[in-house]
């Protein structure tokens, strides 16, 4: 059940004409009071047709009246307004239960305290089977004004216990860490315009890609209006920016004038300190342009970034900061991925923005390493190659879940719920990453009796995951994998070993994709030949003793190194 407590100004009767009126897409049926602060000689307009809208205004507005009338100072903004909704799954509630939850939820917001004869005037209109709309005057009998601060909190709990009591969905306890919802004047708004979003989350949309793009609040600003965001910036008398508010082209009031959203009221991490708390911890350590000429190593370094990941949330500070940085690796990774996996990166970074923050305070600079990989990414001519991009998006994947761990383990709620839907979508996207790397490598499996010794590797380094290893489908592409990374100088078993012990296996799908993944991005490159170094060796000390400093006679100590030896079949 969600309660949206709402300003509705001082017109009492207009918005009754709203409540008893058809609606905007003749939605309303059978408007009617269902509880009120005094039943008995109120008129209701949907029950009595003698009685009308004008009349029950003056009714509900009458302390305000006396209140204006004997202190000559008016009140202004006293209407207040709150649709109550029950979920489209939860039964059919009666008009009897309506009119009790209304009561609760005046109790709760302080409205109409239980037992206070005197409290303000208000009433719940129903006009459909899920909701009601409770209005009331914020002027008490006694001419005072109720005490309505931190209502909605109050309001939210009471939301929860109606929940419990009247068997209807569960929803969590909100944490003040989200953002505002749309409103239905924003929404049909959108509709009317023929945009898919309204307003609000089209500015946040584009908030949160350009803060990967920009190292400070000025370039902040520049990059919004060259996107096409209209800024309206607040400064102080030395002209530093002390504040901005963004608006979307074509939405404008009923003047033809530009409406603005401060930073902070999109979403609560998007105000300009927040912001440039962020962008002023990760100063860039090289020029953008340097990474144009090796874009490979942007994605790399990427997933080098998140190796670490699940030892970083010891601190909670450390860990807040790592998983806000982890939602701007998300959106830079969604800007420059090829085309048919940008549309499940992008639903995952809007799915994550609700987990990178909660009422913890980041530490941003913790989180340098990650944000600086995201402002890398950003900044590439290219996208990656195959096993570059199926590495970054398997190592999302699982930093994804590392973040929705933590906020279970700390109880938020909707943070974890939020990491769960975005790891869904980055599961998906790692799945099609990794598709054609699959086919090539299961094209060219390893002879049978490299294969055989492969899989005795990984009974000895995974022991407990081993079976399911070997019987996953991509088992031979693994192999393939692991044959190639020894061909390269490395030892399978210990690839395998680190790999196990980067990422548990319990929890996951497929774990031969899953290590195949990894262990591309690990063994990528080749070990140095031990032969060919001892002889660079032997070469740099002969060449830097002196010859007066050797014995008559006796050459110069050596170094030298036996080489390597295996008994391990070929390919």
Known sequence: MIAAIKRAGANTRGLLAYLYGPGRHDEHLDPHIVAGFAMLGMPDPGRDESATLTELAR???????????????????????????AAPEDRYLSDAEWGEIAQRIVQAAGIAPAGDDLACRWIAVRHADDHIHILATTVREDGRRPKLHDSGIRVGDACREIEKDYGLRRLQKGDRTGARRPSQAEMHKAERLGWEQPSSEWL????????????????????LE?????????RGPSGDLLGYAAGRPGDVNEAGEQIYHPGSKIAPDLSLPKIRARLESSRPEEHPTALRNRPSTAWHQAADALDTFHTDLA??????????ALGELLEATAQKVPAHLRAELQSASKAFARAQRSQIRAEDRAAHAVRSAARDIVHTATGPDGSALAALVAALVWATIVAERWHEAKSHA?????ARQAVQHLQMAADRALAPTLAELTARPPRDQARRVLANDVRAAAPHHAERILTDPAWPALATVL??????????HQLLKEAVAQRELTTARQPARVLIARIQHTGRNPVPNRLAEAARLKSTMAGSIPAQQTRKGQPPAMTTLPPQQSHRPSR
């Open 59 to 85: 009714y509900l507005d009458e302390p305000v009246r006396l209140r204006n009338g004997e202190f000559g100072k008016k009140v202004i903004d006293y209407v207040w307004h709150c649709p109550v909704r």
């Open 204 to 223: 946040q949309d584009r908030i949160r890609a350009a803060i990967p793009h920009v190292t400070n609040a000025e370039e902040f600003v520049a990059y």
């Open 226 to 234: 060259a996107d096409g965001v209209e800024v309206q910036v607040r």
């Open 315 to 324: 601190d909670d500070t450390h860990a807040q900061a790592h998983i806000t």
């Open 414 to 418: 909707h943070q974890a719920d939020a």
């Open 483 to 492: 044959a190639d990374a020894e061909a390269r100088g490395h030892q399978p």
